[in-house]
């Protein structure tokens, strides 16, 4: 019934990807990757899916169309909840464990010895090229390949600071559509300056990352921009949400900026088939991680923090379906070199994507995708004294998720800097300066209003769920609890799944090498996260493996 629902929708939808998935064979296919900073899983196809929440408000009308020709992933998941772990780790197509300083935010530093896919692709005969923010290779001068000498930026960067820029050009004069055609402009013209500069007879491999989801934007401008009223959210919020005028508010506005980032996705779709290539490119979509300076969202575990939206669409992909298969982002790295005809290094852990895109089924396509793993170390150095992390992996299953906190007597978000001094944090100061208190935590109109009412009542079991210590194993039965809100791990009638999911988290955080179960995590333990990785841990190359 999906499968006839959604297509149904798409003919008549948007004629424009009518031959998608039906271009020819002969070709090796183009691959545009639009990759959101700090979206998780908000687009209003989730919500006709899943009712009743605050994806009952957005409208992301592009990434529903190419949802609808392609496959829509409902579990599909980040590795690490942190921008530089989780590119390391899409990059590589291996854990962001086995990535060196690549696991860690602030500190780190690509190893050009790892493959990624983008150079795999250059040296394929494939020409690559990025627009905004990816992570190495291509933004150290010293990266493979020449760093920036793939970037397209020359008609402008306004586009990541939307709501700003509009605002500004607003004030100046110009009505709201004026305003965002201007920002629209530049997006189109650093996608057309990459298309130019193509051989045509070669294919292409397009990086599209802006920002602008990422804080900090305008206070109203959800509403001004894009006419979401903050009150439409009233009796959505989640459950680890205070359902308050400020946080409402703080949200439309974040649902503003992926409706901008959605409209910037329209563009490049315009362009590709305005260019004649759009039959023979493979479009995926995502975003990094869940939203920033909102509970259990960005540097979180838990499902607002991992869980992010991915659609793929383009040749060979069976579309019109919705599939329940768990995957992490790394998935992606070794499902485009299989795309373009290219060998997967030995090195990747992670497993193509092409299994489920090339099935016509719906639901569970692969019975052996049935969970995902996360994690993450270090976000910023200074949340913690010592640039010490906060060790977290995790596993989620379409029923349970369970948490491993490894260093429960550290302070998940950061410590909480002078709440109990003479001059505690101001409210300008929390919704602006990320690191006046519990610097894991973006600032943000809801830190400041979580912070502040801390002793209310009705706000402080949230704040120091969201702030507070934690234990060392977390269980969450999603089916009675999807909001998590109730750990389950030390009731009895649970020990048999907190058992289970303990060790096939382990096994495979041993197997895959994983330096934090290696001598009691010495290395992630070590400021400044520097020297080689231990011993233990399998070192990873350039290495191609051969072609069957």
Not at 180 to 209: H, I, M, T
């Amino acid at each position: 019934m999906k499968r006839i629902l959604f297509a149904a929708l798409w003919v008549v939808a948007w004629g424009i990807f009518a031959s998608l998935s039906g271009a020819a064979e002969t070709k090796r296919p183009n691959i545009v990757f639009a990759f959101a900073d700090d979206w998780g899983k908000q687009a209003s196809i989730y919500g006709q899916l899943e009712p009743g929440g605050i994806n009952d408000v957005v409208r992301t009308p592009n990434f529903d169309q190419i949802a609808r020709q392609g496959v829509l992933f409902k579990n599909a998941f980040v590795n690490a909840p942190s921008c530089t772990p989780c590119r390391s780790s899409l990059l590589s197509g291996q854990y962001f464990w086995r990535t060196g300083r690549g696991a860690i935010l602030r500190g780190a530093v690509w190893d050009p010895t790892i493959p990624s896919y983008p150079l795999l692709l250059h040296d394929a005969g494939y020409h690559i090229g990025q627009t905004y923010k990816v992570w190495s290779p291509g933004t150290p001068v010293d990266a493979p390949y020449g760093g920036k000498r793939y970037a397209y930026e020359k008609t402008g960067g306004a586009f990541n600071q939307f709501s700003q820029r509009a605002t500004a050009l607003i004030k100046q004069g110009k009505s709201v559509e004026e305003a965002k055609q201007e920002l629209y402009g530049q997006v189109r013209g650093n996608f057309q300056a990459f298309l130019n500069d193509r051989n045509e007879d070669a294919p292409f491999c397009y990086w599209f990352g802006p920002t602008n989801v990422h804080r900090k934007w305008i206070a109203g401008s959800g509403k001004e921009l894009w006419g979401i009223e903050p009150d439409d959210l009233k009796g959505k919020m989640p459950a680890f949400m205070p359902d308050v005028p400020v946080v409402r508010q703080d949200l439309a506005d974040y649902l503003g900026e992926i409706q901008a980032f959605d409209a910037a996705l329209g563009i490049l779709v315009e362009e590709l088939k305005q260019a004649g290539e759009l039959d023979n490119t493979m479009i995926v979509v995502s975003g990094d991680h869940g939203p920033p300076g909102f509970p259990e969202g960005k540097c979180n575990l838990y499902d607002f923090g991992t869980h992010v939206a991915l659609a793929i669409a383009g040749p060979g992909v069976q579309g019109g379906r919705v599939v329940d298969d768990f995957t992490i982002l790394p998935d992606l790295a070794p499902t485009f070199l299989e795309a373009a005809g290219e060998p997967v290094p030995e090195v990747m852990t992670a497993k193509s994507l092409w299994p489920v895109l090339k099935s016509e089924k719906e639901g569970l396509v692969d019975p052996t995708r049935t969970a995902a793993l996360t994690g993450r170390e270090r976000h910023v150095e200074m949340a913690r004294s010592g640039n010490l992390p906060y060790p977290m992996r995790g596993i989620q299953t379409a029923d349970y998720q369970l948490i491993i906190n490894f260093k429960p007597d550290r302070w998940p978000l950061g410590e909480p800097y002078h709440l109990d001094s003479d001059s505690p944090p101001t409210q300008d100061e929390l919704t602006n300066q990320t690191a006046v208190t519990f610097p894991d935590d973006d600032a943000s109109p809801t830190k400041a209003y979580l912070v502040l009412h801390r002793n209310d009542p009705a706000v402080k079991p949230l704040f120091e769920r969201n702030y507070g210590k934690r234990p060392h194993i977390e269980l969450y039965d999603l089916k009675k609890d999807p909001a998590q809100m109730t750990n389950v791990a030390d009731e009895p009638s649970y020990a048999e799944v907190k058992s289970a999911l303990t060790k096939r988290l382990m096994d495979e955080l041993k197997a895959s090498g994983d330096p934090r179960v290696i001598d009691e995590g010495k290395y992630f333990e070590t400021p400044p996260l520097a020297g080689p990785l231990p011993d233990d841990v399998p070192k990873p190359n350039r290495q191609r493996a051969r072609k069957p």
